[in-house]
């Protein structure tokens, strides 16, 4: 199984702040054969199901802000959010859909100093 | 729009069985790979199996934690895919959420499982 792994597990942040989360995957999730990065970044809001924000790595979900960016490949991955918003406090995952089983990280709480 | 609607959660006793439906509308259900995933109660994300399309072959994935006790089926004519759960157990406690697509582009709102004596 593809292990995920993100850090930190949580973050403080100030309004209007820079905000990065790194996930790392136990094995690459880069497929040579169409340059694609099976990787996929969810915000989940208290009460509410994940919304998917980023996939194949660095394309933003119809109607997502273009403060949130992701990047990265192979193993290494980042989704940025380039100046925070009070909405913006949630849980984010970082998911590999690769291969199955379809893994998920641990999540990141992103909360407001 | 595109809507999933779950149903069939309950209170279970340890060794029970549930049926989850989730019901699918605003998109081509027939050409949509269908997942499961589940949130343990304070818990992170945790992916249970997927259904492919009928064009893709139907082919039929599990979570290792659930293979053998766990079976997903689909019925294209109503738009519906459902996870029948055997031999439930307390770990299995959890919010079911149905998920489309490869990289999982559309959540349901989830129906709460809990296996308790």
């Known amino acids: 199984d593809i292990v995920m792994t993100q850090s930190p597990d949580s973050l403080a942040m100030s309004l209007g702040e820079r905000a990065t989360i790194n996930c790392k995957s136990s094995?690459?999730?880069?497929?040579?054969?169409?340059?694609?990065?099976?990787l996929a970044w969810f915000q989940q809001k208290p009460g509410q199901p994940p919304k998917l924000l980023i996939y194949?790595?660095?394309t933003r979900e119809s109607g997502v802000p273009d403060r949130f960016s992701g990047s990265g490949s192979g193993t290494d991955f980042t989704l940025t959010i380039s100046s925070l918003q009070a909405e913006d406090v949630a849980v984010y995952y970082c998911q590999q859909y690769s291969t199955t089983p379809i893994t998920f990280g641990q999540g990141t709480r992103l909360e407001i100093k | 729009e595109v809507q999933l609607v779950e149903s069939g959660g309950g209170l279970v006793k340890p060794g029970g069985s549930l049926r989850l439906s989730c019901v699918g509308s605003?998109?081509?259900?027939?050409?949509?790979?269908m997942n499961w995933v589940r949130q343990g109660p304070g818990k992170g994300l945790e992916w249970v199996g997927r259904?492919?399309?009928?064009?893709?072959?139907?082919?039929?994935d599990y979570a290792a934690p659930v293979k053998g006790r766990f079976s997903i089926s689909r019925e294209d004519s109503k738009n519906t895919v459902y996870l029948q759960m055997n031999s439930l157990r307390a770990e299995d406690t959890a919010m079911y959420y149905c998920v489309t697509g490869m990289y999982s582009d559309y959540w349901g709102q989830g129906t709460l499982v809990t296996v308790s004596s």
């Open positions: 094995q690459s999730v880069l497929y040579n054969s169409n340059n694609k990065n099976y």
């Open positions: 194949w790595a660095s």
């Open positions: 259904i492919k399309s009928k064009s893709n072959g139907e082919t039929i």
């Open positions: 605003g998109f081509t259900f027939s050409n949509a790979w």
